[in-house]
């Protein structure tokens, strides 16, 4: 099994580390980063970068009896822990807990089902997609941000091939289409803060149909 | 620090592990409750609020001390992850999505890794000693982006400075920070 080459942007990975990314780009960073190791020793640096600032903080002043009242909180019950929500392990865990026991796939297109996610980047959902081998995603370019990150299968974009836990990034300045890899069916996990804007006839009817 | 005598975080949080010892707790919730304070309050709570999810994150601390791995993160790590995630959890009421594998940094499994505690101790005191060096314009879109829950894009609105000054300060720093701990990391 090869790690994934294609990391999330450094920017994205200190926000998380620092805990100011949104939900929907924590989502994003916790799938990538259960499926790189070399994200999570970058992680554990950042983090350790935040313990350090954290020891260097002034510290603010205690409520008078602080201490007793926290001594008072120790025998108070434990929360359960959560569980680990069950189902397919190619989604990682933080994904499974979203997409509940009986996800919805929708057919959108031949060869493209997706399913919508109970959380936004930007306006738009959070959304899987599942793409059938072989077929391709007509050229486009983007309103905002996309980040697509592969969960099985892989596809190409822009002379690179992208595969299980590798995060494609494109913005607005970007334009262009993605080839399916025709060994199997691929599945991503897509961020995407507006919709695509087609740049062919054919993504043009396509974007038409489905509305993505 | 403490090295290797029996005071210090460390020891503390080994002697709550091992006897629920709450002198240790005591000692340790001296030690870091008014930083993790200071955190929230930086990150925008009022000094109520800000007590009252700094005593949530000790508690954590004394709760999750038994699967506390000294090799995986020292304590200043360890509990600036629980500070963050609770700062997410209750002041943005938000669920922070967690890797798979390190749903763990919170709750690591014990190691006996001694020569993994001696590198991570170095690398501690190699991020000490970067923060330490970095010019000051560096380290304060750091600290900002650490303890003020401000996205780059916000801390550009809020500054009136350009955001790619911004990114390329937070680039810098990063390739600074990188630069000493691959130092650390190749000397002997």
Redesign the interface.
């Known amino acids: 099994m090869t790690t994934p080459t294609h990391l999330i942007p450094e920017e994205l990975l200190l926000s998380y580390a620092a805990g100011t990314a949104g939900e929907a780009l924590s989502l994003l960073a916790a799938c990538h980063l259960t499926l790189s190791p070399e994200s999570r020793a970058h992680l554990d640096t950042l983090e350790a970068v935040g313990g350090e600032l954290l020891a260097e903080l002034p510290g603010a002043e205690l409520a008078p009896g602080s201490l007793e009242a926290m001594l008072a909180r120790l025998d108070e019950p434990a929360p359960a822990p959560r569980p680990v929500p069950t189902g397919d392990p190619i989604f990682p865990a933080p994904l499974r807990r979203l997409m509940g026991p009986q996800p919805r796939w929708r057919k959108v297109w031949p060869g493209v089902q997706v399913l919508d996610l109970p959380l936004h980047y930007g306006p738009q959902p959070v959304r899987l997609t599942r793409l059938a081998p072989g077929i391709e995603i007509p050229r486009h370019t983007h309103g905002g941000q996309e980040y697509n990150l592969v969960l099985q299968g892989g596809f190409s974009d822009r002379g690179a091939d992208y595969l299980r836990g590798d995060v494609a990034v494109a913005d607005d300045t970007v334009e262009h289409h993605l080839d399916i890899h025709d060994d199997g069916e691929c599945i991503t996990l897509v961020l995407l803060d507006s919709p695509l804007v087609p740049r062919s006839l054919k993504g043009t009817i396509a974007h038409w149909i489905t509305g993505i | 620090m403490s090295g290797t005598s029996p005071v210090g975080p460390k020891a503390w949080i080994a002697r709550i592990a091992q006897d629920g010892d709450?002198e240790a707790?005591?000692a340790l919730?001296?030690h870091y409750?008014?930083?993790?304070?200071?955190?929230l309050?930086?990150s925008g709570a009022d000094?109520?609020t800000?007590?009252e999810v700094a005593?949530d994150v000790?508690?954590t601390v004394?709760?999750r001390a038994p699967t506390y791995d000294p090799s995986?993160?020292?304590?200043?790590?360890?509990?600036?992850?629980i500070?963050?995630?609770r700062?997410?959890d209750r002041l943005r009421k938000?669920?922070?999505?967690?890797?798979?594998?390190?749903?763990i940094?919170e709750?690591m499994q014990p190691t006996q890794a001694t020569d993994a505690q001696v590198a991570q101790a170095r690398?501690?005191a190699a991020?000490?000693q970067a923060?330490a060096t970095l010019p000051q314009e560096q380290a304060e879109v750091?600290?900002s982006?650490?303890?003020e829950?401000?996205?780059?894009r916000e801390l550009a609105d809020a500054t009136g400075v350009p955001l790619g000054t911004i990114?390329s300060r937070?680039?810098l720093a990063?390739i600074r920070?990188?630069q000493v701990?691959e130092d650390q990391q190749s000397s002997p």
């Open positions: 709450r707790f005591a919730y001296a409750a008014p930083q993790v304070k200071r955190y309050m930086r000094p109520v800000a007590e005593q000790l508690l004394w709760r995986r993160a020292n304590p200043n790590t360890w509990i600036f992850t500070a963050r995630n700062r997410i938000e669920n922070r999505p967690e890797p798979e594998a390190t749903e940094i709750t690398r501690a991020v000490r923060l750091l600290q982006s650490y303890f829950g401000r996205s780059m990114k937070s680039r990063m920070l990188r701990l």
